[in-house]
């Protein structure tokens, strides 16, 4: 299985980077020099890192064969991916964002709505739930606001404080380009219950 770590974004400068919208919680492991991606579209790769910097809080990725301001326009909008079994061996209680997207939310016995992502932050990873009239709510995926998850039975039980769906409702008509977001600004990691990155 593939799991996407990035998505490439403009061009920097005239010598083949790229800004990348970062979709992992440890960018500083997977995006060393030597690393190869595999690509989407196919025609775009495979890509292998040549070099990787920030600045303030943009990752900027050269890759091997990209040399000019034109190629790396031509990568603009690829996704880059790695498979799952290079990954190190992660704690079981840990969740990526494609088995939790989906779930169905309950609290007590009433369903509140279903998840539609992860966003994996600095100071906690938030929950995206997508409710029945449309609106995106954010959930603190925090053991006390979200005790369990079943993904056996394809749910996960909430136990929200009070005013918490009130608050965390957000404008489901927000978008972000790539490369605006900053080191665990992603999505797609992986998360656990609790835990602060």
Do not use: C
């Amino acid at each position: 299985m593939q799991l996407q770590v990035a998505r490439i974004g403009k061009p920097h400068g005239i010598r083949g980077e790229v800004t990348v919208q970062v979709l992992t919680d440890a960018p500083e492991d997977r995006f060393i020099p030597g690393t190869r991606f595999v690509v989407e579209p196919a025609s775009a790769g495979p890509l292998t890192v040549d070099s990787a910097r920030w600045n303030k809080d943009i990752l900027l990725l050269g890759f091997e064969g990209i040399e000019t301001r034109n190629q790396a326009e031509a990568l603009r909008g690829a996704k880059l991916f790695i498979e799952t079994e290079e990954l190190e061996e992660e704690d079981d209680e840990g969740w990526y964002e494609h088995e939790l997207v989906g779930l169905d939310v309950r609290v007590g016995d009433a369903v509140v709505g279903t998840i539609s992502g992860l966003r994996t932050l600095p100071v906690q990873d938030l929950i995206v739930v997508e409710s029945p009239d449309g609106k995106e709510i954010l959930i603190p995926f925090v053991e006390e606001i979200v005790p369990e998850v079943n993904v056996g039975e394809k749910y996960i039980l909430v136990t929200p404080p009070p005013g918490l769906f009130e608050i965390n409702v957000e404008d489901s008509g927000e978008t972000s380009d790539a490369g605006e977001s900053g080191p665990g600004e992603a999505e797609p990691g992986k998360a656990e219950a609790g835990d602060n990155a």
